[in-house]
């Protein structure tokens, strides 16, 4: 079974425009959450999705947002870039999304997005 | 509000010492713990977990059991090799939570 699949891997913006990362998750899970990985920060839920609703999101700024679709994939946007997003944005996804507590998650291998 | 919180690193061992990394949590409901590791220019993959109290997680030769009562799932290994040096991370999900909150991280290096 393919893991969990982020393009781009690499990036790199400059400050004020807007980005696209994508994820797709390992076939037949549902549920996909994003996450920022900063040396300072470490790593910072971002959003989860199932079916295509967000189901919880953490304490980032209306810039940042997402979607899931049918297919389950995810997609996160970031709108008016700054100097301060440039992380390591890490998908990850798991198949029993009903029991969210005990899944184990999946990562894929990371978009690293640099904001000049 | 949920939290973790992992020994500070970077911890540097020989071949064959014996590894500790300590983790504590807190937590509002019954959360399941997980330790999670990742090697240099991947993402995490799930080391080992424990879903309810007195739980032990092993894989590896690593193994960490859920303590209830010290809030803790300290990560132990009898004999790290180089292949072993990562960054290790502790994490817990609360069921119905709908996400998982990850400890800073504890970068371990092995050497020869």
């Known amino acids: 079974k393919a893991g969990v699949t982020q393009t781009p891997r690499y990036l790199i913006k400059t400050r004020g425009q807007q980005v696209t990362l994508s994820c797709s998750p390992i076939?037949?899970?549902?549920?996909v959450s994003w996450y920022q990985q900063t040396p300072g920060q470490g790593l910072q839920f971002l959003f989860e999705y199932f079916s295509e609703t967000q189901r919880n999101k953490g304490n980032f700024p209306g810039r940042f947002s997402g979607r899931q679709f049918s297919n389950s994939r995810s997609e996160m946007n970031v709108s008016t870039l700054e100097l301060g997003d440039s992380a390591l944005y890490l998908c990850?996804?798991?198949?029993?999304?009903?029991?969210?507590?005990?899944?184990?998650?999946?990562f894929g291998p990371g978009t690293r997005l640099t904001v000049l | 509000g949920d939290s973790v919180t992992q020994m500070e690193g970077p911890v540097t061992l020989s071949e064959e010492a014996f590894l500790t990394i300590n983790c504590t949590y807190t937590a509002t409901g019954y959360p399941s713990l997980f330790w999670y590791v990742q090697y240099p220019g991947e993402g995490l993959q799930l080391l080992l977990k424990a879903t309810k109290a007195d739980d032990k997680g092993s894989n590896k030769g690593f193994e960490a059991t859920y303590r209830k009562e010290t809030t803790s799932f300290h990560l132990e290994k009898g004999s790290v090799q180089v292949s072993d040096s990562a960054v290790y991370f502790c994490?817990?999900?609360?069921?119905?939570?709908?996400?998982?909150?990850f400890g800073a991280g504890t970068r371990l290096f092995v050497k020869a």
């Open positions: 990850a996804s798991s198949q029993l999304a009903e029991s969210y507590g005990t899944d184990t998650q999946y």
């Open positions: 076939s037949g899970h549902r549920s």
């Open positions: 994490a817990l999900s609360i069921y119905g939570g709908f996400k998982t909150i």
